[in-house]
């Protein structure tokens, strides 16, 4: 295993630790939360807990699924004890940039609804400004997506419009489209960019997260992993 996985890993170990009996669970989507689920699934099969978990998105589905843990939806439950999510860049004061899988619009809605927001990272994620290491993935409906371009690059960035490996456009869960935008300097103020381009028409979501993160596990090669506490 590469160190960058086992520092992912190494988070999401740590993450499955704080679930508890009995608790509703928000689901995040990537690569990491990929070891948290798996070992909630261990814990579910070593300890017998039992959880019911809210996914951010069909593949997080399919993997809770498939690894045997309770799948249920918003219509169910929308009080959440804790959500474990992944992110793409985390801020000195718990900000997040988060979109890389194109999941960010399900992924803000369940994290309004938790507790708790547990963030799970491997190494290189904690940055001191946003948007310096990471595009800004903002989700966007297909109709007008040029015009809704050219008025997100007004806002100060380069917009490009994600593609898959066939050069066909990413499509979200939602049937919309991802925008990921280049800002040359990074983002000077993520709430007042946020606020900019949420008014924009067109634009669903933006992958700037504020407030909603209490606690940063970052984990590290060693299979080591370091809690960050918001005060
Ligand atoms: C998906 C996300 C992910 O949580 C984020 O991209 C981090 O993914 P990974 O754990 O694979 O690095 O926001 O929309």
Do not use: W
């Not at 669903?204 to 299979?223: K, P, Q, R, S």
């Amino acid at each position: 295993m590469s160190t960058a996985t086992s520092a992912k890993q190494a988070a999401g170990v740590a993450a499955a630790a704080l679930v508890e009996d009995g608790m509703q669970l928000g689901l995040g989507t990537g690569t990491t939360v990929v070891f948290f689920l798996e070992a909630l699934a261990e814990r579910i099969r070593q300890e017998g807990i039992s959880v019911s978990g809210i996914p951010t998105s069909k593949d997080t589905a399919a993997r809770a699924k498939e690894l045997g843990i309770k799948v249920i939806s918003l219509e169910d439950s929308m009080d959440l004890d804790l959500v474990v999510d992944g992110a793409d860049e985390v801020d000195l004061e718990f900000r997040l940039i988060k979109g890389g899988g194109g999941a960010l619009l399900r992924e803000k809605i369940v994290a309004a609804c938790a507790s708790r927001v547990v963030i799970i990272v491997g190494e290189g994620k904690m940055v001191d400004k946003l948007g310096t290491t990471f595009l800004l993935p903002i989700e966007v409906v297909p109709f007008g997506v040029r015009a809704t371009r050219a008025k997100v690059e007004g806002a100060g960035c380069q917009a490009f419009l994600r593609t898959m490996e066939d050069g066909e456009p990413f499509a979200t869960d939602n049937g919309n489209l991802v925008l990921d935008c280049k800002f040359r300097y990074g983002i000077d103020d993520p709430a007042e960019m946020h606020q900019t381009l949420s008014q924009i028409p067109g634009v669903v979501e933006v992958g700037i997260f504020l407030n909603l993160c209490h606690t940063v596990i970052e984990g590290c090669a060693d299979g080591n992993s370091i809690t960050h506490q918001r005060d």
